[in-house]
Every structure is written in C-alpha cells, then in structure tokens.
C-alpha cells in the first residue's frame, strides 16, 4: 500500500504563484514516475503533467505548458508542481498520482491517488 498525500494548494489571485508538493510512502519511490492531474467542478479529471522516475523526462498538457513546471526530489520522495501566471481556469483540486512500474520515463497508467488539494484562483 502506498500513501500518496498533496499539500501546497490555497487561495491565490491571477497571476500569483503556487507550489504543490505530493509525498508518496513507497520505499522505491526513486523508481516511479508521478503525474499530477486536476478536475474542477462538474467536469472530468484532467492531465496536468508526469514526470519519470530520473526526473529527466516530463510531460505537460497544452494548458499548462510554459506556466507549469514538474520536479522531483528523490531524496524526500516527494514530487512538486510550480505554478505561475495562475489563471482563473486553472481552478480545481488537484491529485497526484504514482505509477508503479519501475523505471518509466512516461506514466503508463496510475496505481495510486492522493486526496487532493484544493487551488482557487480569484480574478
């Protein structure tokens, strides 16, 4: 069983910043890639971004790229999600997701959700 645990999300305005940060349990973390997804109210989860489990090879979604950055640090197991130039739509909870396989540079699917945290970007 791993447990997957966000924080960092909050109350911001347009254009303000936020750091998320997603804390996994499994011992072989430095093995895993992670994805970051969000799902705002009344629609579908959505893809944000991944990361493999180097930290070399990372992935975004159209939405996000250039505003979005992903990272991992492996020595605290934990995977971060910066964001700037924060938008109204960019309002949701997001999850963060860990993909078991070992050795991935790309999630092939997620075996474990955390909880979410919620992010509320005022106009």
């Known amino acids: 069983q791993v447990q997957v645990v966000e924080s960092g999300g909050g109350l911001v305005q347009a254009g303000g910043s936020l750091r998320l940060s997603c804390a996994a349990s499994a011992p072989t973390f430095n093995t895993y890639a992670m994805g970051w997804f969000r799902q705002a109210p009344g629609k579908e989860r959505d893809f944000v971004a991944s990361?493999?489990?180097?930290?070399?090879?990372?992935d975004y979604a159209d939405s996000v790229k250039g505003r979005f950055t992903i990272s991992r640090d492996n020595a605290k197991n934990t995977v971060y999600l910066e964001m700037n130039s924060l938008k109204p739509e960019d309002t949701a909870v997001y999850y963060c997701a860990v993909d078991l396989t070992a050795y991935s540079d790309y999630p092939r699917g997620y075996d474990y959700w955390g909880q979410g945290t919620q992010v509320t970007v005022s106009s």
């Open positions: 990361i493999g489990w180097s930290g070399r090879a990372t």
